[in-house]
């Protein structure tokens, strides 16, 4: 399941499109995501971040309908970026792992729990969301092509938890995580990001 920790701003923001908003019995289990909404050009972006790899998700143009049933937006981009990320020359790992992130998106839950590093880290991406409208493209994405491609940008960026002792890429560690889910079972091998772009895979 997920566990969706929301920001105050966030919070109204779903509380006035009557998004159902239940809580979990027990809120330290399950997959854990921050979400916050800044205003961009008038126009309000949701910025939704995992705990553990800081990978975040970026949402332009969401209608009062999908702040309604975030949850059901929140799932379909999750499932869509794994996807993207680790589609596997093997269709038969590729959909044992969307299974598996399937597996971990039943069931959306909801609160107002904080943790600092992470909001640090949604305030840099924030940030950084900005520059690119204002400075760069002028204008926010319009096609969920831009908004991927935006998304990718801001994941490419090295990050450091507290508990760290280095900086890590999360995009890559994302990856690196989902794969994880697999590879145990099936024995899949967990393939270096650049490689697979590079379609240096055979």
């Known amino acids: 399941m997920i566990q ?3 920001t105050k701003k966030f919070h109204e923001d779903l509380t006035k499109a009557g998004c159902a908003m239940p809580e979990a019995d027990n809120k330290d289990e399950g997959w854990h995501w921050y979400a916050h909404r800044i205003t961009l050009m008038r126009k309000k972006c949701v910025i939704v971040m995992d705990e553990e790899c800081r990978y975040a998700l970026i ?3 969401l209608k009062k309908s ?5 949850e059901q937006v929140l799932v379909s981009r999750i499932t869509a970026e794994a996807s993207w990320m680790c589609d596997l020359p093997n269709p038969g790992a590729n959909e044992m792992l969307l299974e598996k992130v399937r597996q971990k998106c039943t069931g959306v839950f909801f609160d107002r729990k ?14 950084e969301i900005e520059y690119f409208v204002h400075f760069q493209a002028e204008r926010l994405p319009e096609l969920a092509e831009e908004e991927f491609g935006l998304g990718l940008k801001i994941n490419d960026t090295y990050r450091k938890r507290q508990q760290d002792k ?3 890429v999360p995009i890559k560690r994302w990856r690196e995580s989902l794969l994880a889910l697999i590879s145990a079972q ?9 490689d697979f772009r590079k379609n240096e895979i055979t």
């Open 114 to 127: 904080s943790n600092r590093s992470v909001q640090a880290h949604i305030r840099q991406v924030a940030l």
């Open 59 to 61: 949402f332009f143009g």
């Open 186 to 194: 099936s024995g899949a091998k967990i393939y270096n990001l650049d």
């Open 166 to 168: 280095d900086y890590f």
């Open 66 to 70: 999908d702040f309604a049933h975030f």
């Open 4 to 6: 969706l920790h929301l």
